[in-house]
């Protein structure tokens, strides 16, 4: 069964500054690898997908993240952080045709100061 | 497209009512997914349907949920007799297939007390 961990609960970031978020992952062969975000009192909002091929994918609002097997990672990266990605940012991993649940981090919580 | 609807977007009940929480998937997707949210436990999924059909209901935490798909445009998650620990956001979503991403409604906020 696959898994997926998010180190960081919450993470505070400049305004302006760089972000990373980390996620890795735990699932036998080549997993299909999301981002999503969630503002409050919302759902979430798909940001960015991997499946196969290029290994750095961009999404949404600036964000792209990258795919790394030899670590199991799939950390999300935005070079410049605005007030408004203040949010909570979930990764998520996906199976095979025929599961087709995905599984979701805990979620990192974002917080922007000025 | 207006995406998945859900509704109502609140709902705050006694302690022994029944609850139904309703969904609109996007046209046109073949599966639909319930979630539940808690600080606790953070996002489960309690139940998927793929073509109206039940898959997987092993997150159903309890037989006093229970969840329906009559047809392609509209699903029920009821829960009866709810309790104070049912309160908790309820996600519906939405996919073509899991591959492409799901598609998240607003969520219901339910609280029992």
């Known amino acids: 069964a696959q898994s997926v961990t998010q180190p960081d609960i919450h993470i505070t970031v400049s305004e302006g500054a760089s972000l990373e978020l980390r996620c890795n992952y735990s699932?036998?062969?080549?997993?299909?690898l999301f981002w999503y975000v969630q503002s409050p009192g919302q759902g979430l909002q798909l940001l960015l997908k991997?499946?196969?091929?290029?290994?750095l994918v961009q999404g949404i609002k600036g964000f792209e993240a990258e795919f790394k097997r030899s670590q199991s990672s799939f950390n999300l990266r935005k070079p410049s952080v605005h007030w408004s990605d203040a949010a909570e940012y979930f990764c998520?991993?996906?199976?095979?045709?025929?599961?087709?649940?995905?599984?979701f981090g805990t979620g990192t919580r974002l917080t922007i100061i000025p | 497209d207006a995406g998945v609807i859900q509704s109502p977007r609140h709902e705050v009940t006694e302690m022994g009512q029944e609850v139904t929480l309703r969904c609109k998937p996007i046209?046109?997707?073949?599966?639909l997914f319930w979630y539940r949210q808690t600080m606790m436990r953070g996002l489960e999924l309690l139940i998927y349907?793929?073509?109206?059909?039940?898959?997987?209901d092993s997150g159903m935490p309890e037989d006093r949920f229970s969840a329906k798909m009559p047809n392609a445009s509209f699903s029920t998650l009821k829960i009866q007799p709810s309790e104070p620990r049912d309160s908790a956001v309820y996600f519906c979503?939405?996919?073509?297939?899991?591959?492409?991403?799901?598609?998240f409604g607003s969520g219901t906020r339910l609280t029992v007390v």
């Open positions: 979503a939405s996919s073509l297939r899991a591959a492409k991403g799901y598609t």
């Open positions: 349907f793929n073509n109206n059909v039940p898959i997987d």
């Open positions: 046209s046109g997707h073949d599966y």
């Open positions: 991997y499946f196969s091929g290029d290994t």
């Open positions: 998520a991993v996906g199976a095979d045709f025929g599961n087709e649940k995905l599984t």
């Open positions: 699932y036998g062969a080549t997993p299909y």
